[in-house]
Structures are given as C-alpha cells and as structure tokens.
C-alpha cells in the first residue's frame, strides 16, 4: 500500500525560525534569504539571464515561472553557487554563492531539473549516503517517510518509477535539514495524487520558516504553494506578485455566463448571440452591476439563468497574456 508523502508531517520538529519560531527583535529586521540585483549570464553569446532583480524573503515560497529556455534554472544554479555568473550581485543565506559556496552548502536543500542518483543503490543507501554530508541531518528514515518511500526503502533506484525518482530526489534535498530549498520542476512526472502530497510536504516546510525557490510549467502548482510568482522570460522579470493578484488579475474584467431562455431574451448588452449549446457568454468590465440588472431582469420575467457563472482570468491566463507579450514592461 502507498504511503502519503504527507503521512509524517508533524515528525518535523519546529527549527527556529521568524515565520513560526522565536519572535525577532522589532529593531532588527530579518534580512532576506535571496537578494539579486542585476544579474546577468551569457553561453558562448547567448544571453540567458539579462538583468534580474529579485529578493525572497526568509520563509516565503516563490515560484518562479516562464517558457521554456527563459533562465529559470540558470538563475536557481546561479544562486545555489553551481554556476557562474557574468555580472550582478547575488547574496544567498548571507552568503554569495560564487565564493562561499562551502558555508552556504550545508544549508541549502536542492532538487535539481536533471538529477542524476546513483542507480544501483537503494533508496535507503542514496538517503544515508547523503545524510552523512550533513552534521545536523534528519533521520534517514524519518524523512523516507515523509515522502512516501516507506515501502521502497529497500528498492534499487532503477526499479523505482519516474515519479518515485523525483521522491528520492525530494528527500536528498531534505535530509540535510536545510534552511533553503530549491526546486527546480519538482514535480514532474507525478501522478495528481503524489503532487497534492508534495505540495503538502513543501507548505508544512514554510510553515517551519524554511524559504522555498521552485520552477514550475503548472500554473496550479504555483497558485496553490506560492506566496509570489516571478514570471521570468528571455531573461528578464516581466512580473511578479501573488498568484492572486498578478497582472493585475483582481481588476481585470470578468466573463458572464448562462444559458439563454428559451422563452424571452435579455435585452441588449445583458444577452449575446448563443454558442451551439445555448450559452451566451458576456464580458463585463463591472461584474457585480452587469450581474445586478442580469439577476433583476431574470426575477422580474421569471426566467431561469441556467448555469449562470462569472468567469475570472485564470493564473494562466494571465501567464499566457503575459508571455505572449514577451519580455513585455514589468508590471
Ligand atoms: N550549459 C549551457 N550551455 C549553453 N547554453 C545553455 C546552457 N544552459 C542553458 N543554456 C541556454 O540558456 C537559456 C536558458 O536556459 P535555462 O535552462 O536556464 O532555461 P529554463 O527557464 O530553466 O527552461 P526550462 O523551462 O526548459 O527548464 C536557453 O537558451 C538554454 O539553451
Ligand atoms: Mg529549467
């Protein structure tokens, strides 16, 4: 039987921390996790990162999202001191990552885009062998439980599944008890289940103060963990905010919906011509007034407004928006 991912949550013991721990002093504010202004990577002339800003504050999780080739992962391994940069000051954990890479290390927990895991080990052994980087490890077995591998504990990694893998890899990056997590696509390749358990394990993490930095392409995955979204594209921040909010996305207009009545029609901007089912569907700048004369104008001629819904802008529709405008103005 699988075990949850999530089935050993409450074995985290509280670390110290601003978020759930000991209160800070108020004259000394915590200084951010990750603060980058104007970093800057090139490949052989290709620019990948031109000029990114960005700062995470201890105990936030944040997402980073954009289309493929966009610097997603070259800003993470830039930041987690795996690659070099061209230019820009980067200050990780106090630490900048190009030059003390040895004192930020022990603290950072990692799961990489492509990781590469010994095959003929078993997922115990790849655990402990790990374990044994960090003085202040969690317990080997503790932290299989937590996601989920319980019953594979003895298993070679090549017998285990892709999504099974990306487990393993989730408990390498958490074994050393880090402080900063980064997850580079950590879900990919589970199935919908095991992905609402990671999600899960990576929100009981913050709610222990430990800062998360994750990539992902599902725009679930962001709305659901993240404090705030940095939509990154060519290499440049086109936008950040939470998820609810981003693009401006409260403000935006909304779409009204409902199945026309058969018997008598809405008046003017109130009905629109009926797709193949019935339905009419109406852009409203002002929701709340278009949906008051709808309502009043449906009571007053006793006419059902089937299926009536008010349609907001998806997080990824307002992804698409903004990527489609590419390297657009941030806003
Ligand atoms: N080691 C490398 N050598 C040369 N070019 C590279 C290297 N790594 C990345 N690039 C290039 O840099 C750009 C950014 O790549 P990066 O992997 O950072 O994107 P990403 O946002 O993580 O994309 P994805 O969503 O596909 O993972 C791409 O044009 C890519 O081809
Ligand atoms: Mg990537």
Redesign the pocket.
């Known amino acids: 039987m699988p075990t949850p991912m999530h089935s050993h949550l409450t074995d985290l013991a509280p670390s110290s921390s601003p978020r759930g721990g000991a209160a800070s002093p108020a004259l000394s504010p915590v200084p951010p996790a990750i603060s980058v202004h104007g970093l800057r990577?090139s490949?052989?002339g290709?620019e990948?990162?031109r000029g990114i800003d960005l700062e995470v504050p201890v105990g936030e999780i944040c997402a980073?999202l954009?289309?493929?080739?966009?610097?997603?992962?070259?800003?993470?391994?830039i930041l987690e001191g795996y690659?070099s940069r061209d230019a820009g000051r980067v200050e990780v954990l106090g630490c900048d990552p190009a030059t003390e890479r040895g004192r930020l290390k022990p603290r950072l927990g990692i799961v990489f885009?492509e990781a590469a895991v010994e095959p003929y080990l078993t997922v115990r052994e790849t655990v402990a062998m790990y374990a044994h980087l960090y003085p202040g490890h969690r317990g080997v077995d503790e932290v299989i439980e937590l996601v989920g591998l319980a019953h594979r504990r003895a298993e070679r990694v090549v017998g285990l599944s892709g999504g099974q893998q990306r487990r393993l890899e989730m408990a390498i990056a958490l074994v050393g008890d880090p402080d900063l997590l980064f997850l580079?696509?950590p879900t990919t390749g589970f199935d919908p289940a095991a992905r609402h358990e990671a999600w899960e394990v990576v929100r009981a993490l913050a709610r222990l103060g430990k800062t998360v930095v994750l990539?992902t392409?599902y725009m679930d995955e962001a709305q659901y963990l993240a404090d705030r979204v940095v939509v990154?594209v060519g290499?440049r921040v086109v936008a950040e905010g939470p998820p609810a909010t981003l693009g401006l996305r409260q403000r935006a207009g909304a779409r009204i919906r409902y199945r026309l009545p058969a018997q008598d029609t809405p008046p003017g901007e109130l009905a629109a011509a009926p797709d193949a089912d019935g339905f009419v569907e109406i852009h409203a700048e002002d929701p709340v007034a278009l949906l008051h004369r709808l309502t009043g104008w449906a009571l007053e001629h006793e006419q059902p407004l089937e299926g009536l819904e008010v349609i907001r802008p998806s997080l990824e529709d307002v992804y698409l928006e903004l990527t489609r405008r590419g390297g657009g103005a941030s806003t």
């Open positions: 990577k490949y052989s290709v990948a990162v980073l954009g289309p493929n080739g966009a610097g997603k992962t070259t800003t993470v391994e690659r885009q580079d696509e990539t392409h990154i290499g």
